[in-house]
């Protein structure tokens, strides 16, 4: 078995990716002392945080909503002074623009006690960081699990926004742990306090991309635009060829699933056959004007979310500013699908189709499958922590929610990367020296 690198020194590390997970494990490494260098093939930062501008308006493309169990973001978002919003309502309806009552008898049933006995006993560290930790007592698809625990009210009342939000239809092969995961960060669980003084769920003011530039401006080496063409590791250290040329690193930090680089990595038997498992959904978001719908809300479509036969069909969208019709549309599916079906959609809502001013495919939610889960997949994902100079951050070994996916990456680094001696008594906020260099077109992005 390889050693672990891991000193009291200053260590040098190279970060694949400039998503949240990546930038946060970068800022924690620069705070404890190490140098980081960031190396994203987009032209500019935020990952599945992507914002976009409209007539005047930010819109986000991928994850924008924190709920009340986000605290490790609210922290971040305070450090950076970064100016937050009460989101939008949320609304369900069916596939004609109908009303819809969205079952909560899960809260009333007395489900919600069986549930907490049965987290207390099989999974009671599901609300920790990481995945690995409930892995196994979760492993069986969704839909049996709820079943066996008499929890079936659970996917009536959590289902929907589940479904909604791009982790799979319910009635797929989904492991629970996903959706227990997810129904714990939704704050309904458990009582907790109020973040950031908003009552309810909360946003970014300006696009949530703008957070993740602050942090790329604290950082002292982002590069956007880079491609990596390969990942060489030995017992002296890393060095990552790119197309603008090789950076020398002690250690590297993957912030993009593993299958992803596959091909420019050398990577180990292990590594191999673990990113061979992983699974993503096919999921979409449409920026498109669209007049005459339902208005000022976020959006659920019922019929939508309820099966994966209706795949490509719009599951949602959000109406964000009342003085626009610009919406975001969430859809699943193949892209010749999703455009063809999205002007149905609207009209069956009763409104109009009238431009398309971007669209994003996403590799959403990379996860296992039941099987692999049972047989330990994410524990050997854990077990590689460290091995070969590496680590693995992100969406896979954390679940793909911002606050998760934070946490996980502020914990890794924090266990794996001790403060060097000469940062114990720094105070927190900016590096003490430069700050980072801002990526191409980083501030400002529109279609």
């Known amino acids: 078995m390889q050693e672990l ?40 930062v935020a990952g599945k945080c992507r914002s976009v501008h409209v007539d005047g308006h930010a819109y986000d493309l991928g994850g924008h909503i924190c709920t009340n169990r986000y605290e490790r973001t609210a922290h971040l978002l305070t450090e950076l002074d970064v100016e937050t919003e009460r989101t939008s309502r949320y609304r369900v309806i069916d596939a004609t623009g109908r009303a819809v009552r969205q079952s909560m008898a899960f809260l009333r049933d007395g489900a919600l006690q069986r549930y907490r006995a049965l987290r207390e006993r099989e999974f009671p560290r599901i609300a920790e960081p990481g995945l690995a930790h409930s892995a196994r007592a979760l492993a069986a698809p969704v839909a ?126 292990e590594e191999r056959d673990l990113g061979a498992r992983i699974r993503t959904n096919a999921y979409h978001t449409t920026l498109a004007t669209a007049s005459g719908l339902p208005e000022d809300a976020f959006y659920f479509l019922a019929g939508h979310t309820a099966s994966r036969a209706t795949t490509g069909h719009c599951v949602s969208y959000h109406h964000r500013y009342p003085d626009s019709d610009v919406r975001t549309f969430y859809s699943y599916g193949r892209p010749e699908d999703v455009t063809a079906l999205l002007r149905e959609d609207v009209t069956a809502l009763g409104g109009r189709l009238e431009a398309v001013h971007r669209q994003r495919a996403w590799a959403f939610m990379p996860h296992f499958g039941s099987d692999d889960l049972k047989d330990g997949a994410l524990d050997r994902l854990d077990a590689l922590q460290g091995r070969n100079r590496t680590y693995y951050v992100g969406g896979l070994p954390a679940f793909e929610l911002v606050e998760c996916t934070v946490a996980h990456a502020q914990d890794l680094a924090r266990r794996h990367f001790p403060p060097v001696q000469d940062t114990l008594t720094r105070p927190p906020g900016r590096p003490g020296s430069s700050r980072g260099r801002v990526c191409p077109r980083g501030l400002s992005d529109t279609p």
């Open 5 to 44: 690198h891991e000193t009291a020194g200053p260590r040098t590390v190279a970060v694949v990716g400039a998503g949240p997970s990546g930038l946060t494990v970068a800022r924690e490494l620069e705070r404890a002392g190490h140098r980081a260098t960031v190396l994203e093939a987009q032209d500019a």
């Open 144 to 269: 049996e699990w709820l079943a066996e625990h008499g929890l079936r009210s659970m996917a009536e009342s959590f289902g929907t926004g589940y479904t909604a939000a791009g982790y799979g239809h319910l009635d797929d092969d989904l492991p629970a742990l996903y959706f227990v995961k997810y129904a714990e960060m939704t704050g309904l669980l458990d009582p907790a306090p109020e973040l950031l003084s908003h009552p309810g769920d909360f946003t970014v003011v300006g696009g949530f991309a703008s957070l993740w530039r602050r942090v790329a401006e604290e950082l002292k080496d982002v590069r956007c635009g880079v491609r990596v063409t390969s990942v060489e590791r030995h017992p002296g250290g890393v060095r990552v060829h790119t197309d603008a040329g090789p950076v020398e690193a002690d250690d590297v930090v993957l912030a993009v699933t593993p299958d992803r680089l596959l091909r420019v990595l050398d990577a180990t038997d």
